[in-house]
């Protein structure tokens, strides 16, 4: 929501609202000229004042400020609506998809327009190094992500549009996983150009859309010899079976070489050249809470990422075991108890492995507390690990444990990621 925020006021909009917590955003918009206030309040002169009201899926329909503005009879949009107003301002909108890669994969579309010069706006899910979650020098390209939470992404009308994968997530909001797959299919199918990853089965079984991968052989756009220094990757892309240039990317893991080759895919249909849109890619580095490094005590490592599903919790904690010298050390947060209900059976097989695992206290988000979902009982059922109510049991154990070479990898999509730079601070005073 903040980067739409941020939008309307380049636009010379007056932008007023509030949050439940002040924090770097908020700030971050009061600096830009956004009238802040903290806590839901009916009597809010801003709100009586605002022409549109915008709210996000984090705000309970019984939220003071939302319904005061339904009975006033204000206009009241879901950010969904907003974004899809925002992006009709545009000659050109892509749209990005996925249940994994959203963020990094825009990011990448982002650089790649910046490197080819052409005036762009773009709407990024996390926080850029370079661009920060908004970025806007023009108005003829527009990239954002999709979200598929509440089938937000049939909202966006996108001209091209990439999907990356297709997994179980925000299952919540779908009858089944039949009527998930269902979505991400109208989602292409709406769209004047759609890339699909061939590598990945469900993505593949959508019908006839152009397609970008790795091992798939037929695939439109393709990403051969591949090879590995460190964790990065550089890779040869072929068009259509031509080989056309190499890319040596500078975010690590295999997943952003389908992050990179799907940007590639779509720029491409564009007209773009191969060289610009290389030169973009080698240029993107990292989205915040991305593997983020974000300092050391004692010589151990700490890094975090935005891992909340099982199947990057897996992917996440592998990378770590390679590039770790010492012991690994995992603190998990889970995201919200009905993706952890739901997902009981496959975060237990993703976190069972680790040695030495703290589960962390749940970020509800939206939701009310549900023992079947909570935090405790993904402990009790991963056995062989600790649990943390406060930031004080985790310094306690961390503090007794670590040594030089160690890394400690906190891993979810909450507030974590600023449990994690509070205790590194407090580890270092």
């Given at each position: 929501m903040?980067?739409l925020?941020?939008?309307l ?5 007056e ?5 439940r917590a002040a ?14 206030s903290?806590?839901?309040n ?11 009201v915008?709210?996000t899926?984090a705000?309970p329909?019984?939220d003071e ?18 974004l ?12 990005v998809a ?7 994969c ?9 490197s080819?010069?052409v ?7 996390g ?16 990239v ?10 049939l ?5 091209k ?8 997530d ?6 089944d996983?039949?009527e ?24 593949r ?7 970008f991968?790795i ?7 393709r990403?051969?010899e ?9 890779f ?5 079976g031509k ?13 952003n ?10 720029m491409?249909?564009?007209g773009?050249?191969e060289q ?29 990422d935005?891992a ?9 904690i592998a990378?770590?075991?390679r590039?770790?010298r ?14 952890t ?5 496959d ?42 109510e ?5 310094m306690?154990?961390?503090k ?5 070479g160690d ?5 979810g ?11 590194l601070r407090?580890?270092?005073?």
């Amino acid at each position: 929501m903040s980067a739409l925020a941020k939008y309307l006021l380049a636009c010379g909009h007056e932008v007023s609202g509030s949050d439940r917590a002040a924090g770097e955003r908020t700030e971050e918009l009061s600096a830009l000229g956004a009238a802040v206030s903290i806590g839901s309040n009916a009597g809010n002169p801003r709100l009586r004042a605002a022409d549109v009201v915008v709210y996000t899926s984090a705000v309970p329909e019984e939220d003071e400020e939302l319904t005061a503005a339904r009975e006033s009879g204000k206009t009241v949009w879901k950010r969904s609506e907003l974004l899809k107003a925002v992006s009709d301002a545009f000659s050109h909108v892509v749209a990005v998809a996925g249940s994994h890669g959203k963020t990094t994969c825009t990011a990448m579309c982002a650089h790649i327009l910046e490197s080819a010069r052409v005036p762009f706006a773009a709407h990024i899910g996390g926080e850029d190094s370079e661009l920060g979650n908004f970025y806007m020098s023009g108005h003829d390209f527009f990239v954002t992500e999709a979200c598929e939470y509440k089938k937000n992404l049939l909202e966006v009308e996108a001209e091209k549009a990439v999907l990356l994968n297709i997994d179980r997530d925000h299952m919540e909001c779908y009858r089944d996983e039949e009527e998930l797959v269902d979505t991400f299919r109208r989602y292409c199918g709406k769209a004047k150009l759609a890339f699909v990853c061939a590598d990945d089965a469900k993505c593949r079984g959508l019908g006839d859309f152009s397609t970008f991968g790795i091992d798939a052989a037929g695939a439109d756009y393709r990403a051969s010899e591949l090879r590995q220094s460190g964790e990065k990757y550089s890779f040869t892309v072929s068009e259509y079976g031509k080989s056309l240039c190499r890319i040596r990317l500078n975010a690590a893991g295999r997943c952003n070489v389908y992050n990179a080759l799907a940007a590639f895919s779509v720029m491409r249909s564009y007209g773009f050249d191969e060289q610009e849109i290389r030169q973009g890619l080698e240029s993107f580095r990292a989205v915040k809470r991305r593997f983020e490094s974000i300092g050391s005590w004692t010589g151990a490592s700490f890094i975090c990422d935005y891992a909340h599903h099982p199947r990057e919790i897996a992917a996440t904690i592998a990378t770590a075991e390679r590039m770790c010298r010492g012991k690994l050390y995992a603190v998990f947060q889970p995201h919200t108890y009905s993706r952890t209900k739901f997902l009981m059976g496959d975060f237990v097989k993703a976190l069972r492995p680790v040695k030495n695992l703290m589960i962390y206290k749940t970020y509800p988000a939206r939701e009310y507390y549900d023992e079947e979902g909570s935090a405790k009982t993904l402990a009790r059922n991963v056995g062989n690990c600790l649990y943390a109510e406060s930031i004080r049991e985790l310094m306690t154990w961390l503090k007794t444990t670590l040594q030089p070479g160690d890394i400690v990898l906190f891993l979810g999509a909450g507030d974590i990621y600023y449990a994690a730079q509070y205790l590194l601070r407090e580890l270092n005073k």
